[in-house]
């Protein structure tokens, strides 16, 4: 049972709306306007160090995990020096948004129209971004649905895993202070490099400084909160906290408690300096447990007592809200910052990494019932039973938890992607599916590709079949087209130019914020960083990875072109004048036809027919992408990892000739199509495995939904590990499920106030229902239910 502590602040994460603050907004511009003329590294951590000194210190009712990036518990903040101009468009109606809406009052609105935005007016990353673009890739990327990067020059790239094990936990920031400045006692100022080095390393003590600073204050306060307090069991709780928050993170912990301490200030940090999506947490089984073990010989806590400590960690990682546009929460529904924590999997050595902490991360999870942590476990064919049995029982408690991975895929992705063995043997997931590794600079999320609108500009001379407008190349008469290779070859030629325009506007995007927006703070959390004298931005990392282009649609655009092969050219059912006629009609009228095309094989279902579409286009994929260089000269990397985008990326593109309606939604990784897997879920991870993972590095995902009898026995969770087992032994990299009834999601839409804490799996990663539009809602209960294995 969870304690009376946890209960009461997870009912208040449960029933608490985001609240916008924008202290941290007007912190960074006023220190912004003391700094004008001072280099721009020196400037962004000076603005995070008077964040650090000045923002509000909160300690909420019953916490023993404090730190806070704002007055309101459920928060998010802004970050004009990113962008302003969409939180100036649409904030009057953020509590009115459909999707991941957020409380602002009139008196905050107006404060930052004359305080804030009036200074970072032509500063900002997207008016740059915007400025500079050009107008073809304006017209394809730009808020359309077929190619989206706004998150990466509306908000900070995030995506990274501070390093725990070498850095952080080792030296504490007082010790990283020491670094850098012996650091640059050795620099020499004759040399331009060095120069740019000392302004790096000043900027790492600023920041370290900072963070420091905020943790002190914290104890400030908490020694203040215990003077006052009269409830004895409380004052002492306070007391520790002050005690440790006067210690951590300057020095390195030395208990469980200081530890979780560490990794939440060190969050707080990461969420200060940029608002980032996926600051991942990484191994956290493999660098708590030696702290775990510790306290339990050493009796100075309980395993409830750990237990308490790991469910608290999961509350505070939910509190805060990404903040972000209307757009970007199409694709990234419900309140998700992707803060991924991975459990299980091999030791750097390749040893079973199972351990206690492994077990109760699980446990937490299915307890809190909170969509943050991501969590994710690693398996491999010799992991322990009981740890894919308590994996497939977190599975059947639905709450779309966890995300399950293949060991052994994963390292392979990253040994691919040139990762020394030891590295790749020691991955973490970043975000939603991405194979990672803690000393990596990366854009896990770079671009959204829509494979649909390819084929709808290859069957419509370029334009969009909903708007009229075109997009896409001019090319050849659809109706002219002879044989289904034409198709086909249109499709690719269609294809490569939405790739060549996502290339386009990411080599854009990392342009800038190697220039606008370096990274300080979480330069200061990589080993190599340090090592080097470079941020973040600049290759600091030991690994600096390409940024990964993200597939849409794969299954929709196989399907229906298949039905093309099958019905116009094979079977010649139909002819493509008659079959353009009907997609610019949106099937109204042709409900024969349109059965028919739902009758031609579907991917998902082990059909070779099918599946070889879908291979043949992940192939040409990776090709295509791998063959571009970004600014640093690594290589793009291409994915199929699952967010929200199938919703937006359906929202734009007209009837499909596989039977689709227009505006529906797409499909998502490498699942299939809603509602076409009508084989067996077996089946489906046949499809799905058929595609070569490995060279996806930036992931793959594939969701399902099992009827939640198939999963209720234990005798059914048992099937279902060996089924997962037997899905990785095909080289596939992930698996996913929900397993609530389609009944209880009915009820949850007509009743949401009953199912506040209702988790599902959306894609890559799980969050309240009840947080869903009713579009995302609906296409989630679309899935199919399968009842057999």
């Given at each position: 049972?969870?304690?009376?502590?946890?209960?009461?602040l997870?009912?208040?994460?449960?029933?608490?709306?985001?609240?916008?603050?924008y202290?941290?907004?007007r912190?960074w511009?006023?220190?912004?306007?003391?700094?004008?003329?001072?280099?721009?590294p020196?400037r962004?951590a000076k603005a995070?160090?008077?964040?650090?000194?000045?923002?509000?210190v909160?300690?909420?009712?019953?916490?023993?995990i404090?730190?806070?990036?704002?007055?309101?518990?459920?928060?998010?903040?802004?970050t004009?020096?990113?962008s302003?101009?969409?939180?100036?468009?649409?904030?009057?109606?953020f509590?009115?948004r459909?999707?991941?809406?957020y409380?602002?009052t009139?008196?905050q609105r107006?404060?930052?129209?004359?305080?804030?935005?009036?200074?970072?007016k032509?500063?900002?990353?997207?008016e740059?971004?915007?400025?500079?673009?050009?107008?073809e890739t304006t017209?394809?990327?730009?808020?359309?649905?077929f190619?989206?990067?706004?998150?990466k020059?509306?908000q900070?790239?995030?995506?990274?895993?501070?390093?725990?094990q070498?850095?952080?936990?080792?030296?504490?920031?007082?010790g990283i202070?020491?670094?850098?400045?012996?650091?640059?006692?050795k620099l020499f100022?004759?040399s331009?490099?060095?120069?740019k080095?000392?302004d790096f390393?000043?900027?790492?003590?600023?920041?370290?400084?900072?963070?420091?600073?905020?943790?002190?204050?914290?104890?400030?306060?908490?020694?203040?909160?215990?003077?006052?307090?009269?409830d004895?069991?409380?004052?002492?709780e306070?007391?520790?906290?002050?005690?440790i928050?006067s210690?951590?993170?300057?020095?390195?912990?030395?208990?469980?408690?200081?530890?979780?301490?560490?990794?939440?200030?060190?969050?707080?940090?990461?969420?200060i300096?940029?608002?980032?999506?996926?600051?991942?947490i990484?191994?956290?089984?493999q660098?708590?447990?030696?702290y775990y073990?510790?306290?339990?010989?050493?009796?100075i806590m309980?395993?409830?007592?750990?237990?308490?400590l790991?469910?608290l960690?999961?509350?505070?990682?939910?509190?805060?809200?990404?903040?972000?546009?209307?757009?970007?929460?199409?694709?990234?529904?419900?309140?998700n910052?992707?803060?991924?924590?991975?459990v299980?999997?091999?030791?750097?050595?390749?040893?079973?990494?199972?351990n206690?902490?492994?077990?109760?991360?699980?446990k937490?999870?299915?307890?809190?019932?909170?969509h943050?942590?991501?969590?994710?476990?690693?398996?491999?064919?010799?992991?322990?039973?009981?740890?894919l049995?308590?994996?497939?029982?977190l599975?059947?408690?639905?709450?779309g938890?966890?995300?399950?991975h293949?060991?052994?895929a994963?390292?392979?992705?990253?040994?691919?992607?040139?990762?020394?063995?030891?590295?790749?043997?020691?991955?973490?997931?970043?975000?939603?599916?991405?194979p990672?590794?803690?000393?990596?600079?990366?854009?896990?999320s770079?671009?959204?590709?829509n494979?649909?609108?390819?084929?709808?500009?290859a069957?419509?001379r370029?334009?969009?079949?909903?708007?009229?407008e075109?997009?896409?190349?001019?090319?050849k008469?659809?109706?002219?087209?002879?044989?289904y290779?034409?198709?086909e070859?249109?499709?690719?030629?269609?294809?490569?130019?939405?790739?060549e325009?996502?290339?386009?506007?990411?080599?854009?995007?990392?342009?800038?914020?190697k220039e606008m927006?370096?990274?300080?703070?979480l330069?200061?959390?990589i080993?190599?960083?340090?090592i080097k004298g470079?941020?973040?931005?600049?290759?600091g990392a030991?690994y600096?990875?390409?940024?990964?282009l993200?597939?849409?649609?794969?299954?929709?655009t196989?399907?229906?072109?298949?039905?093309?092969?099958?019905?116009?050219?094979?079977?010649?059912?139909?002819t493509m004048?008659?079959?353009?006629?009907?997609?610019?009609?949106?099937w109204?009228?042709?409900?024969e036809?349109?059965?028919?095309a739902?009758?031609?094989?579907?991917?998902?279902?082990?059909?070779?027919?099918?599946?070889?579409?879908a291979?043949?286009m992940?192939?040409?994929?990776?090709?295509?992408?791998?063959?571009y260089?970004?600014?640093?000269?690594?290589?793009?990397?291409t994915?199929?990892m699952?967010?929200?985008?199938?919703?937006?990326?359906?929202?734009?593109?007209?009837a499909?000739?596989c039977?689709r309606?227009?505006?529906?939604?797409l499909s998502?990784?490498v699942s299939?199509?809603?509602?076409s897997?009508?084989?067996?879920?077996?089946?489906?991870?046949r499809?799905?495995?058929?595609?070569?993972?490995d060279?996806?590095?930036g992931?793959?995902?594939?969701?399902?939904?099992?009827?939640?009898?198939?999963?209720?026995?234990?005798?059914?969770?048992?099937?279902?590990?060996a089924m997962?087992?037997?899905?990785?032994?095909?080289?596939a990299?992930h698996?996913?499920?929900?397993?609530?009834?389609?009944?209880?999601?009915?009820?949850?839409?007509?009743?949401p106030?009953?199912?506040?804490?209702?988790?599902?799996?959306?894609?890559?990663?799980?969050?309240?229902?009840?947080?869903?539009?009713?579009?995302?809602?609906d296409?989630?209960?679309?899935?199919t239910?399968?009842e057999?294995?």
């Amino acid at each position: 049972m969870i304690t009376e502590r946890i209960e009461s602040l997870r009912q208040n994460y449960i029933n608490a709306k985001p609240v916008i603050s924008y202290q941290r907004a007007r912190i960074w511009t006023e220190s912004h306007k003391k700094t004008e003329g001072e280099s721009i590294p020196i400037r962004r951590a000076k603005a995070f160090r008077d964040t650090c000194q000045q923002i509000d210190v909160t300690i909420f009712d019953g916490e023993l995990i404090v730190g806070a990036i704002g007055e309101f518990r459920k928060c998010g903040i802004l970050t004009p020096e990113f962008s302003w101009n969409w939180v100036d468009r649409e904030m009057d109606n953020f509590d009115k948004r459909v999707q991941d809406p957020y409380v602002m009052t009139d008196e905050q609105r107006a404060f930052v129209r004359k305080n804030i935005f009036p200074y970072w007016k032509g500063k900002s990353l997207e008016e740059a971004f915007l400025a500079q673009l050009p107008k073809e890739t304006t017209k394809v990327a730009v808020d359309t649905g077929f190619v989206d990067n706004d998150s990466k020059w509306r908000q900070a790239v995030g995506e990274i895993t501070p390093d725990y094990q070498d850095v952080l936990f080792k030296k504490g920031f007082g010790g990283i202070i020491r670094q850098a400045k012996e650091n640059i006692s050795k620099l020499f100022l004759t040399s331009a490099e060095d120069m740019k080095k000392k302004d790096f390393y000043n900027s790492i003590i600023i920041t370290s400084q900072g963070i420091i600073t905020l943790a002190n204050r914290y104890s400030e306060k908490a020694r203040e909160m215990a003077d006052a307090e009269n409830d004895g069991v409380r004052k002492g709780e306070l007391l520790k906290i002050a005690e440790i928050c006067s210690s951590i993170p300057e020095k390195a912990p030395s208990t469980f408690y200081e530890a979780i301490q560490f990794v939440w200030f060190t969050q707080v940090g990461g969420i200060i300096s940029e608002n980032p999506l996926a600051l991942n947490i990484g191994r956290f089984d493999q660098f708590m447990y030696p702290y775990y073990k510790s306290d339990m010989d050493k009796g100075i806590m309980t395993k409830d007592q750990i237990q308490e400590l790991i469910e608290l960690l999961w509350i505070k990682l939910s509190e805060w809200v990404w903040t972000i546009s209307a757009n970007t929460a199409e694709f990234f529904a419900g309140y998700n910052q992707f803060q991924n924590l991975t459990v299980g999997g091999k030791t750097r050595e390749g040893k079973d990494a199972t351990n206690d902490l492994s077990y109760m991360c699980l446990k937490a999870t299915e307890r809190v019932k909170t969509h943050q942590p991501g969590l994710s476990v690693r398996i491999h064919q010799d992991c322990p039973g009981s740890f894919l049995d308590a994996v497939t029982y977190l599975v059947s408690k639905g709450t779309g938890f966890p995300a399950i991975h293949n060991d052994a895929a994963g390292y392979q992705m990253l040994i691919n992607a040139g990762y020394e063995p030891e590295d790749a043997r020691d991955w973490n997931n970043c975000g939603c599916v991405v194979p990672h590794f803690r000393k990596t600079g990366e854009w896990t999320s770079a671009v959204n590709i829509n494979f649909t609108a390819a084929l709808e500009f290859a069957l419509n001379r370029g334009k969009s079949r909903i708007t009229g407008e075109k997009i896409g190349l001019d090319e050849k008469n659809p109706m002219n087209f002879k044989s289904y290779e034409e198709v086909e070859k249109a499709f690719y030629k269609q294809f490569d130019n939405l790739i060549e325009h996502s290339i386009i506007a990411t080599l854009l995007a990392q342009k800038l914020h190697k220039e606008m927006v370096p990274r300080p703070f979480l330069s200061s959390c990589i080993e190599e960083c340090m090592i080097k004298g470079r941020d973040l931005v600049d290759t600091g990392a030991k690994y600096n990875i390409g940024p990964v282009l993200t597939g849409i649609g794969l299954a929709v655009t196989s399907n229906s072109l298949a039905v093309i092969k099958k019905l116009v050219f094979e079977d010649k059912v139909t002819t493509m004048e008659n079959l353009i006629k009907v997609l610019d009609a949106n099937w109204e009228g042709y409900e024969e036809l349109r059965q028919l095309a739902i009758a031609v094989p579907k991917y998902g279902n082990d059909i070779d027919y099918v599946d070889d579409i879908a291979i043949k286009m992940a192939n040409h994929y990776y090709k295509e992408g791998h063959r571009y260089k970004d600014i640093n000269g690594n290589n793009f990397i291409t994915a199929f990892m699952g967010i929200s985008n199938y919703l937006p990326a359906g929202k734009v593109i007209g009837a499909t000739s596989c039977g689709r309606k227009a505006r529906e939604p797409l499909s998502e990784g490498v699942s299939p199509f809603a509602g076409s897997d009508t084989s067996t879920p077996l089946a489906a991870m046949r499809s799905a495995a058929k595609i070569n993972q490995d060279v996806h590095s930036g992931g793959t995902l594939l969701n399902l939904r099992l009827n939640e009898d198939l999963v209720s026995t234990k005798r059914g969770q048992s099937n279902l590990g060996a089924m997962i087992q037997s899905f990785f032994s095909l080289g596939a990299f992930h698996v996913q499920f929900n397993t609530i009834s389609t009944e209880t999601l009915r009820k949850a839409q007509n009743n949401p106030e009953n199912y506040k804490d209702l988790l599902v799996r959306v894609a890559g990663y799980s969050t309240q229902f009840v947080n869903l539009s009713r579009a995302m809602q609906d296409a989630i209960i679309a899935r199919t239910a399968h009842e057999n294995y």
